[in-house]
T-cell receptor
Framework: GIQVEQSPPDLILQEGANSTLRCNFS?????LQWFHQNPWGQLINLFY???GTKQNGRLSATTVATERYSLLYISSSQTTDSGVYFC????????????FGEGTQLTVNP | KAGVTQTPRYLIKTRGQQVTLSCSPI?????VSWYQQTPGQGLQFLFE???????NKGNFPGRFSGRQFSNSRSEMNVSTLELGDSALYLC????????????FGEGSRLTVL
């Protein structure tokens, strides 16, 4: 099956810093989503981005489908950005089955 | 509109018991999928339902089962609970199979003693 690798596994920042999270995938995908898991476990949708670039406030994402990677940018980080960020991909032949990466644990210190 | 609703949010069971978890999708969404999250295995796909039919199944033993009702609500059941079944169970809904964005509920956190 498709493999999804996220890097770095852990990231510690000072408030106000910028960061880039990377997601590599091993095959063509029909869907790619970025999530932030809050402390209570819920996966919060950040971006639905099978290709191209999107921005939402301090967050933006770019997926280069032909090169099989996606990047999540967080600018001017805040302590509330802390948590685990997941990349997940979907291959059409697998229905709505998302394959998740192992996540990036982000800690933003004040 | 309301998001994906999962109940119960927390539950504690003992080994050998069974448990049923419920998921109500976003209104208009007809596909419901289930995921298990554990510290050791990460997020793993359990199964997907659409139009009351299981469309896809992950690599889990037969103790894990599910169903979907005509209103798209879904339940999953785990029988003969084992300690390793302790996990966060997440439900996601989408418009259709392989169609568009998936949205997740808050999860049901199961502890097996």
């Amino acid at each position: 099956g498709i493999q999804v690798e996220q890097s770095p596994p852990d990231l510690i920042l000072q408030e106000g810093a910028n960061s880039t999270l990377r997601c590599n995938f091993s095959d063509s995908v029909n869907n790619l989503q970025w999530f932030h898991q809050n402390p209570w476990g819920q996966l919060i949708n950040l971006f639905y981005i099978p290709s191209g670039t999107k921005q939402n406030g301090r967050l933006s994402a770019t997926t280069v489908a032909t090169e099989r990677y996606s990047l999540l940018y967080i600018s001017s980080s805040q302590t509330t950005d802390s948590g685990v960020y997941f990349c997940a991909v979907l291959v059409i032949t697998s229905g709505s089955r998302l394959t998740f990466g192992e996540g990036t644990q982000l800690t933003v210190n004040p | 509109k309301a998001g994906v609703t999962q109940t119960p949010r927390y539950l504690i069971k003992t080994r050998g018991q069974q448990v049923t978890l419920s998921c109500s999708p976003i209104s208009g969404h007809r596909s419901v999928s289930w995921y298990q999250q554990t510290p050791g295995q990460g997020l793993q796909f359990l199964f997907e339902y659409f139009s009351e039919t299981q469309r896809n199944k992950g690599n889990f033993p037969g103790r894990f089962s599910g169903r979907q009702f005509s209103n798209s609500r879904s339940e999953m059941n785990v029988s003969t609970l084992e300690l390793g079944d302790s996990a966060l169970y997440l439900c996601a809904s989408s418009l259709g199979v392989g169609t568009g964005e998936l949205f997740f509920g808050e999860g049901s956190r199961l502890t097996v003693l």
